[in-house]
């Protein structure tokens, strides 16, 4: 590669090559501080495009979490305000309540969301908050070093469970995607994957989606995202990656859980 075209921007090809990929311009240009192999990255990326694509980035507010994903405001280009751990959808819903123009999401992991902040999640759902989640499901706390999640799998060894989460001692992994659809306020919710490229076409789809449905005022969208943590799992990048298809799509299935879309179209336009 010339130095050249090592300095030119991410989005404008060297002169006579031809471009068959974009990065959205909503991404800061800058290494991020997550580990090789890390789904973060990848999750981040779809916001953006989905941000973009919607033309909704100047009323865009992201309401940030605890955890690894806790620096998103460094990453991507829109206003940003830092809830603490678990809280994250009750700032969502006092942002958007003071502020129902703009386009809020929250950004949460299964510890923040799944743990400390189970009962904001519930209630916000079921409240039908114009909000939407993005729930980035790696079965550990991975910021702080690898305990073991709501969401960790029966057998996954982890620094509090070393032995491996026990169903009897520890209960069985929460799938959270499935207890949001069931609640009244919840619009849309479905749980996708980044580990192929028919996964992130479909989590691309998905998040658009859960996106399109606070743009036009239908209620709460939901979107979990099963992700690797390679270095707390003490996998490979690729390993990892692996372990996304053989031991977590088969206990958490990916798939829509709650699609009331058109159903609440007609009754909203049957009130106009
Ligand atoms: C009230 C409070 N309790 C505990 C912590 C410590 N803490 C920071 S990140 C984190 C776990 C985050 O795990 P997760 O939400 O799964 O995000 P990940 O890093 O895996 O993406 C914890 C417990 C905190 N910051 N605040
Ligand atoms: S510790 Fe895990 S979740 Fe955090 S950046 Fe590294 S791989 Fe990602
Ligand atoms: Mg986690």
């Not at 989005?11 to 909503?26: D, H, I, R, T, Y």
């Not at 032995?163 to 207890?179: A, F, V």
């Not at 743009?215 to 707390?232: D, H, I, Q, Y």
């Not at 031991?247 to 058109?262: C, R, S």
């Amino acid at each position: 590669m010339s130095a050249k075209h090592a300095q030119a921007p991410w989005n404008s090809p060297a002169p006579g090559e031809k471009q068959v990929f974009s990065v959205p311009e909503l991404l800061v240009d800058r290494p991020t501080h997550y580990c090789p192999g890390c789904h973060h990255g990848t999750a981040h990326r779809l916001v953006a495009d989905c941000i973009e694509e919607l033309g909704l980035a100047e009323k865009t507010i992201c309401i940030g979490s605890i955890g690894c994903s806790v620096f998103i405001y460094n990453y991507l280009k829109v206003d940003a305000v830092e809830a603490p751990h678990g809280r994250a959808p009750a700032v969502a819903t006092g942002v958007k309540r003071a502020r129902p123009d703009a386009f809020v999401f929250t950004y949460q992991g299964d510890g923040d969301l799944a743990s400390i902040g189970m009962a904001e999640i519930i209630h916000a759902a079921n409240r039908g908050e114009r909000i939407s989640v993005v729930f980035v499901n790696n079965t550990v706390y991975g910021m702080t070093g690898g305990q073991m999640a709501p969401t960790t799998m029966i057998g996954q060894a982890t620094t509090t469970c070393p032995g491996g989460r026990c169903q009897d001692r520890e209960g069985s992994p929460i799938k959270m995607t499935e207890i949001i659809a069931g609640l009244g306020g919840t619009v849309f919710a479905a749980r996708v994957a980044v580990n192929n490229l028919k996964n992130i076409t479909k989590a691309r789809k998905a998040i658009k989606t859960a996106f399109e449905c606070q743009v036009k005022g239908l209620g709460f969208s939901f979107v979990e995202v099963l992700a690797t943590c390679p270095t707390n799992w003490k996998m490979t990048p690729v390993a990892a990656n692996d372990r996304i298809e053989a031991e977590m799509i088969p206990y958490f299935p990916l798939g829509v859980y709650q699609d009331i879309i058109a159903e609440r179209e007609a009754a909203c336009s049957t009130r106009m």
